[in-house]
């Protein structure tokens, strides 16, 4: 399938564009412009792995993870591709790793200790590689209208269980609910926007692979 | 993305309890267990977990974490091949925080002074009561036998039959006033008019300066309390 090339998205915040433009100069070299998008979003996506993992430790060593990922990738990023959403997609790589990892194995070690960074995490064939442009590409251009057709009350037990990082108690009382039904609502959002979740695809023109 | 007509219905739900955290840790063990032996559960899993993380995504775009009340700071981002802090570490930009609880209590330092305070201050009083009146020219005079400190509040009499908020007590500590409602002026002229500050010592001097907070002018009231906080100091 082929993707046409088009501009960088006309943004409706300036945020996005901010985030592009300090890319480009991430690509150009500019260390000082990926401090400034780490300053931007390390914050918010702390609390997101830190509520994957439930360890704040572990969860800023796969921030920092994932951050020297991105800068190592920097050359395959495009204008096209939401920044966040490629961001996100290899966090949520490193901290699925670590979720799935034995209590008995060791812990996440960072990869700012060496040169070397690894092989890109690949927890299955069809799931976003961590450096997947073009994934973050397609997602980018869904997601607002998916997350639109939710029924509300499964769009605001996603929001607030998972962006704003309310525990299900907190939710519940928050939606005037149970627990049993937060998680109930919680899933069937993810599901929902799973299934109409465009799939990472390895045959398209220019993808990164 | 991922076949929905195959699932694990018994771990299914469990799947998205697990990515918030929400599984009890027996359970957690459990889930984790089954996904490390069930490949379908493995992706449906990263599934989930990647469409949450494009959602937060999404709100990080509209909403970058520098606008966003934090009450924690990611350490300082440090590049492969560069010196630590080589990369200027992100500009911390608190808009809100939680303050610890430790952070709110009164310093050491400061309790251990108005303690030292305090017991100057009883020392000051009966020095006052002792030695004659010398009025400023400005002054109105005060009774020589009284010393006329800011008057105090005291907190509401649950006595029906005590004395009513205004009404002077004879031989009784001065009422206690909210700080806030004596004139700043008034204020000090009152304690002007009881502390000759010409003739008054350094210490003197010291102790009508920290007379202004009612938590200070409250505990005046209680000289026993003072004198017993005086000799702990001393110990």
């Known amino acids: ?209 | 993305m991922s076949d929905t007509t195959q699932i694990c219905v018994e771990w299914d739900e469990d799947l998205s309890a697990l990515l918030d955290g929400e599984l009890a840790p027996p359970r957690a063990d459990d889930v984790r267990a089954h996904v490390e032996t069930c490949e379908r559960c493995a992706r449906r899993l990263e599934a989930l977990a990647h469409v949450t993380g494009f959602v937060v995504a999404e709100r990080a775009s509209a909403q970058p974490s520098s606008r966003l009340p934090t009450s924690r700071e990611p350490a300082p981002l440090r590049l492969p091949g560069t010196a630590p802090g080589a990369v200027a570490a992100p500009r911390r930009e608190v808009t809100s925080m939680r303050v610890p609880s430790r952070a709110r209590s009164v310093p050491r330092r400061r309790v251990r002074a108005m303690a030292l305070a305090l017991a100057a201050a009883a020392a000051l009083v009966l020095v006052l009561r002792l030695r004659p009146r010398t009025p400023l020219d400005a002054a109105p005079s005060a009774p020589a036998q009284s010393v006329a400190l800011p008057a105090l509040e005291r907190p509401p009499s649950t006595d029906p039959t005590g004395p009513a908020p205004d009404a002077p007590v004879a031989n009784a500590a001065p009422k206690p006033t909210p700080v806030d409602a004596v004139p700043a002026a008034s204020r000090d002229a009152a304690l002007e008019a009881t502390s000759p500050l010409d003739s008054a010592s350094d210490d003197e001097l010291v102790i009508v300066e920290t007379l202004d907070t009612i938590e200070d002018l409250e505990l005046i009231e209680n000289l026993e309390l003072i004198e017993q906080l005086a000799a702990r100091e001393r110990s």
């Open chain 1, 1 to 209: 399938m082929q993707v046409a090339d088009e501009p960088a998205r006309a943004s409706a915040t300036g945020d996005l564009d901010e985030d592009a433009r300090l890319m480009q100069a991430v690509r150009g070299g500019d260390d000082h412009a990926f401090a400034e998008l780490h300053r931007r979003h390390a914050a918010r996506l702390l609390r997101h792995l830190e509520h994957m993992v439930r360890d704040l430790a572990v969860a800023e060593e796969l921030l920092q993870d994932a951050f020297l990922r991105v800068h190592r990738a920097r050359d395959r990023w495009t204008p096209q591709a939401r920044v966040t959403t490629w961001l996100y997609t290899i966090a949520t790589n490193l901290a699925l790793n670590e979720l799935r990892r034995p209590r008995r194995r060791r812990p996440h070690q960072s990869s700012d200790a060496a040169d070397d960074f690894g092989p890109p995490i690949a927890l299955d064939s069809r799931a976003p590689r961590v450096d997947d442009v073009t994934h973050a590409r397609r997602v980018g251009r869904w997601l607002q209208d998916a997350l639109s057709t939710l029924p509300e009350r499964q769009r605001d037990a996603l929001l607030l269980a998972a962006v704003d990082g309310l525990s299900y108690t907190e939710v519940a009382a928050r939606l005037g609910t149970t627990e049993k039904s937060v998680k109930a609502l919680v899933h069937r959002a993810r599901v929902a926007l799973m299934e109409r979740m465009p799939a990472p695809e390895a045959t398209e023109e220019g993808s990164e692979r």
